[in-house]
């Protein structure tokens, strides 16, 4: 059941919503440059790799040596404007689609993550990872790792349909108010 929900509603929303994803292909190209979609290596179910995909929210400014600038300095007010209003995540509906993910879950992270997972974190990997899930509607952000994971096995373990409902409910509660945004700590729980 989950699976036909998923497929519906992603193919619904990806009619409906076409439109805002030309206009916000067309921003990026406009304010960040080529490509305007991007893909990343992410960790999904029984830790399978896969690409997500998402609007890019960062320029491709480099320094001297030709690296990369820190995210902090290639995050415009564009960038900020696409992430508060989520507007980053829109193409991850075709990975919903595809069977990549699902619109509730475990939040997928990079794959380099993948060696410091403990037994117990890994847990999250035993469902599909989703677009929003427990810990977003729990705190998204505001929490630390250690917290959004031991929501993440909570939902592993107390998944339903009624559940997903309420979490997709509780989801456009925090995206009006752009609850949960800011970014805290990453991985190791360092600021």
């Known amino acids: 059941m989950k699976r036909l929900f998923d497929i519906v509603l992603s193919l619904l929303l990806l009619i409906l919503l076409s439109p805002l994803f030309l206009l916000v292909w067309i921003l990026v190209r406009l304010f960040l440059g080529n490509p305007a979609i991007f893909t990343q290596k992410r960790v999904g179910y029984k830790e399978n790799i896969f690409n997500v995909y998402k609007?890019?929210?960062?320029?491709?400014?480099?320094?001297?040596?030709?690296?990369?600038?820190?995210?902090?300095?290639?995050?415009?007010?564009?960038?900020?404007?696409?992430?508060?209003?989520?507007?980053?995540?829109?193409?991850?509906?075709?990975?919903v689609l595809k069977g990549d993910m699902s619109f509730v879950g475990p939040r997928p992270l990079p794959e380099k993550f993948l060696p410091l997972y403990s037994k117990e974190q890994k847990q999250r990997h035993n469902v599909k990872?989703?677009?929003?899930?427990?810990?977003?509607?729990?705190?998204?952000?505001?929490?630390?790792?250690?917290?959004?994971?031991?929501?993440?096995?909570?939902?592993v373990k107390n998944q339903s349909f009624i559940l997903d409902i309420k979490i997709i409910f509780?989801?456009?509660?925090?995206?009006?108010?752009?609850?949960?945004?800011?970014?805290k700590e990453d991985f190791n729980g360092h600021n």
């Not at 030709?66 to 980053?88: Q, V, Y």
């Not at 990872?129 to 939902?155: H, L």
Request: zero cysteines; proline letters at 4%; hydrophobic letters at 35%.
């Open 170 to 183: 509780k989801t456009f509660t925090y995206f009006l108010n752009s609850k949960g945004l800011a970014h």
């Open 129 to 155: 990872p989703g677009i929003t899930g427990w810990a977003q509607v729990n705190g998204r952000n505001d929490i630390s790792y250690k917290e959004r994971f031991e929501y993440d096995i909570w939902y």
């Open 55 to 95: 609007f890019r929210s960062m320029s491709n400014e480099k320094d001297k040596n030709g690296d990369f600038l820190p995210d902090e300095k290639r995050l415009g007010k564009f960038g900020i404007i696409l992430r508060r209003l989520s507007l980053d995540e829109l193409p991850q509906f075709w990975n």
